[in-house]
């Protein structure tokens, strides 16, 4: 059974703080992983994704990756109240199309 | 552009009916998939295809029904509805191989009572 494994949280930051995301993931031969973010009764929407090991950085987020440790992460730099939502780390299954989500971390950024 | 379009978004079943969940997209996209949500949980895969005509099962099929007769239609099919299957369902597709993630719809919410 492949696996992402998150800590559910909920991670409380305050406003203009880094706040860091973790996961890891059991298959070895994924080779791509996903952050999307998800708003209470909405659905999830792509922030970023990871190819190699090393850090991708888009704007306020940087994602990380080693893929000798099976861990993906996600740092949020001056998090902002509208950053508040979970935030769920996926990873493509070798050999197919399809992804493996984790269960979310809850971020809550306070003003 | 619609994106991904899924339909109802919302509705009650009795134990034992049967209701087709429906969705579109307008991005040309060879893949799609199908996700359940329940609370406090990640998505797990139902169903998957590839193109036109193929479909397989992803984590957790029993119980549910696809087909692919066109690149832009993936329905859902639920026989025999039990409370089980209250959950939220996405729809999601993708380019070939989801090397750039998905694009979700906007979930249709299921009770089953």
């Known amino acids: 059974q492949k696996e992402v494994e998150q800590n559910s949280g909920p991670l409380s930051v305050p406003e203009g703080a880094i706040a860091s995301l973790n996961c890891t993931y059991s298959?070895?031969?994924?080779?791509?992983f996903f952050w999307y973010r998800q708003y209470s009764g909405k659905s999830p929407e792509l922030i970023m994704f990871?190819?190699?090991?090393g850090d991708k950085e888009d704007g306020r987020f940087t994602a990380q990756l080693n893929k000798a440790s099976q861990y993906v992460s996600l740092l949020i730099r001056d998090s902002q109240p509208s950053d508040s939502a979970t935030y769920l780390c996926?990873?493509?299954?070798?050999?197919?199309?399809?992804?493996?989500f984790g269960k979310g971390t809850m971020l809550l950024v306070s003003p | 552009n619609a994106g991904v379009t899924q339909t109802p978004k919302f509705r009650i079943l009795k134990i034992g009916q049967s209701m087709t969940l429906q969705c579109t997209q307008d991005?040309?996209?060879?893949?799609m998939y199908w996700y359940r949500q329940d609370p406090g949980m990640g998505l797990k895969l139902i169903y998957y295809?590839?193109?036109?005509?193929?479909?397989d099962k992803g984590e957790v099929p029993n119980g549910y029904n696809v087909s692919r007769s066109t690149t832009e239609d993936f329905p859902l099919r639920l026989e025999l509805a039990a409370p089980s299957q209250t959950s939220v369902y996405f729809c999601?597709?993708?380019?070939?191989?989801?090397?750039?993630?998905?694009?979700f719809g906007s979930g249709t919410r299921l009770t089953v009572v």
């Open positions: 999601a597709s993708s380019y070939v191989s989801g090397d750039y993630g998905y694009t």
């Open positions: 990871i190819y190699s090991n």
């Open positions: 298959d070895r031969g994924s080779q791509s």
């Open positions: 991005m040309n996209h060879n893949y």
């Open positions: 295809s590839v193109g036109a005509g193929i479909t």
């Open positions: 996926a990873a493509m299954n070798s050999g197919y199309s399809t992804l493996t």
